[in-house]
Every structure is written in structure tokens, then in C-alpha cells.
């Protein structure tokens, strides 16, 4: 790569942007990572379960391949800006990009210091986030629970070695994570009663028959078709008054009602990019957005199997194209 090549930004470092930006780099483009945390990794990097599908890395953890792609990346020399969040894009007169940045101060809320890239083209590797927080704001005492670490959002709490679990954990949700959650934390010796709004689980089956086969047989209990009317501080437990009456005294509650996708951010707005009824950016088949030269990889395009290894793929489709384009002028 040379200082005369072009300039890719890459907004997102998570797994897919970090993929990406190792494959613009090896076509000898000059990807620029743009990450707002301290750390590279995204949601990736805050779990601590065993990553058992992602070929060539066994017994590691997703906040371990993060770590590995991190270090693969430092190896290249891959640019990286660490504390930055875009401000606003926009196209040109001349179809370039312009992207305004900020850098995060000493505060995350004070910023220190503003910079301006101009692209052929940008990548969009923004994420999803845990859905939860809404319902922290929805019920007295939910968010104060959750400082306390009582009431969790996501998944990531009941993988951590040093978790106090105490007898029994509430879940709320019904689809993989929370029947996932469910039976590991069975496993470690902990009652746990799912709460999901449907009658039928939307986990694969292979997850429920993996809870309903559990040896422990009556630590898990699952109420369907129930939702939560009240949340109750009874320090130390906190308790979960349901619509149809029913009270759960748990030690923990965790929310486990999937992912949103990080396509909302304001600098987007300019753009009008495509997106499904969730809020997912449409791409096509190279990972290009409705808007011609903005690609998008990762989770916030709503992958069939969201996964580091689907998260990776993406990022390789997207920089090959980019290549086609910008390189080999094809």
C-alpha cells in the first residue's frame, strides 16, 4: 500500500469492519477504521461464551477471536481511530464522500478534537445492539434494578466466570439467546424461568430440545404466552408481577429479546438508505447499499445467521467489489 492509495473508511470495528478493512488493506487500498469505543471488537468483544463454530479458532471465547483479529490487524499496520464518531456523510457534487468526525475527549460526552475524510467510497459495519433498554424505562424501578446489577440487558452477564448467579434467574424472551442462557445456567446448578410473550419458542429447535433434555429436569420452567405487568424491589430479590397475576421472585432478571441494528445514527440521515421493516439495511448481492458506493457489512444488514463467521464473509465480499472498483477498475 502506498500514501497515494485510496482512502476507504470503514465505520465500525467490529468483527466485519475489522475483516473488511484486512482485505482493502491486502488489495493495497487504505482502510481507515473508524471506531467510537476505546477497543476494537464491538458487541463481540463483551461476550465471554465459547465461540464453538468458527472454524480454525476452537476453545476460544468471542471476546477472544475479537482479541486475535485485533492483534492480526496491528500486524498489517491497519490504520485505526479509536474514539471517533462521525458527526455527519454526505455525497458531493463531484459523488465523493465527505465525513465529519469527532473524538472523544476525556469525558465520552466532551469531544476533543473534529476531522473531515473524503472517499470514493464507505463502509458501514455499525452493528447491532441488545434490544432492552426501552423496557428499563417502561416499569418503575427496572433501571435502578439494572445499576444495581440486578436486572441485566443481553446476554453477556450470565457468561462471566465470576458471576454471582445466586438460586434463581428469570429470562424474558424466546428465541435462541434466551433458550441458550437458560440451559448453561442450568447447568452450573441454577433454577431458571423462562418468561416468553408467544406460545411457541422462536429459538431453533435444537436449543429447546437442548433445555428440555437437560438431566437437571424441573430447574428450568417455561411460562408462555405471559408478559410482565410490574417489576418490584424486594432487596434482595427483585419480582416480576405477570398480566395474568403470576409473581417470580428471582435473584437476577436478564432481557433477552434479540438485537437492533445501529442504523438510526443521525450522520446516516443524508443518505436515505434502504432498509427493511426492522430497521436493517437492505444490501444487495456485494454488500452495496441502496446508495451507489456505500457498502454495508455485518450484523446491521440482518445476515440469515448472524455470526462472527457470517460477520467476517461480508467484510471480504464487500472489499473484494470495492477492489473491482477502485483498483483493478473493472
Not at 458487541?43 to 477471536?65: H, I, K, V
Not at 455499525?126 to 445499576?147: S, V
Not at 447499499?289 to 465480499?317: K, L, Q, R
Request: charged residues 25%; aromatic residues 6%; hydrophobic residues 40%.
Amino acid at each position: 500500500m502506498t500514501s497515494q492509495a485510496p482512502i476507504v473508511p470503514v465505520i465500525g470495528g467490529g468483527p466485519a469492519g475489522m475483516s473488511c478493512a484486512l482485505w482493502l488493506h491486502n488489495y493495497e487500498l487504505r482502510p481507515i477504521i473508524i471506531e467510537r469505543d476505546a477497543v476494537l471488537g464491538g458487541m463481540a468483544r463483551s461476550s465471554p461464551y465459547p465461540n464453538e463454530w468458527l472454524l480454525g479458532r476452537p476453545d476460544e471465547t468471542a471476546r477472544e477471536n475479537t482479541r486475535a483479529f485485533e492483534r492480526h490487524l496491528h500486524q498489517v499496520s491497519s490504520e485505526i481511530w479509536l474514539g471517533a464518531r462521525p458527526r455527519q456523510l454526505r455525497r458531493e457534487r463531484d459523488g465523493r464522500f465527505r465525513l465529519d468526525l469527532m473524538f472523544c475527549g476525556a469525558s465520552p460526552s466532551s469531544f476533543s478534537a473534529a476531522q473531515s475524510l473524503s472517499a470514493a467510497t464507505i463502509v458501514i459495519a455499525t452493528g447491532t445492539r441488545f434490544h432492552g433498554e426501552q423496557w428499563l424505562d417502561h416499569f418503575d424501578n427496572a433501571r435502578r434494578m439494572a445499576e444495581r446489577g440486578r436486572v441485566h440487558v443481553g446476554a453477556a452477564w450470565a457468561g462471566e466466570p465470576d458471576a454471582d448467579f445466586g438460586s434463581h434467574v428469570a429470562v424474558l424472551g424466546g428465541g435462541d439467546n434466551a433458550f441458550d442462557v437458560a440451559r448453561m445456567l442450568v447447568e452450573k446448578g441454577v433454577r431458571v424461568t423462562i418468561v416468553m410473550r408467544t406460545q411457541a419458542p422462536r429459538a431453533q429447535p435444537l436449543l429447546v430440545e437442548r433445555l428440555r433434555k437437560h438431566p437437571s429436569s424441573g430447574m428450568a420452567r417455561i411460562l408462555r404466552q405471559r408478559t410482565v405487568r410490574a417489576v418490584e424491589d424486594c432487596d434482595p430479590k427483585v419480582c416480576l408481577q405477570l398480566d395474568d397475576g403470576d409473581r417470580i421472585e428471582a435473584d437476577h432478571v436478564i432481557l433477552l429479546f434479540g438485537y437492533r441494528p445501529n442504523s438510526e445514527e443521525p450522520w446516516m440521515a443524508d443518505l436515505g438508505l434502504e432498509q427493511d421493516r426492522r430497521g436493517f439495511i437492505v444490501v444487495n448481492g456485494n454488500m452495496e447499499t441502496s446508495s451507489p458506493g456505500v457498502f454495508a457489512v455485518g450484523d446491521v444488514v440482518n445476515p440469515n445467521h448472524p455470526c462472527i463467521a457470517t460477520a467476517i464473509a461480508s467484510g471480504a465480499m464487500a472489499a473484494r467489489e470495492i477492489a473491482k472498483r477502485l483498483v483493478w477498475r473493472i
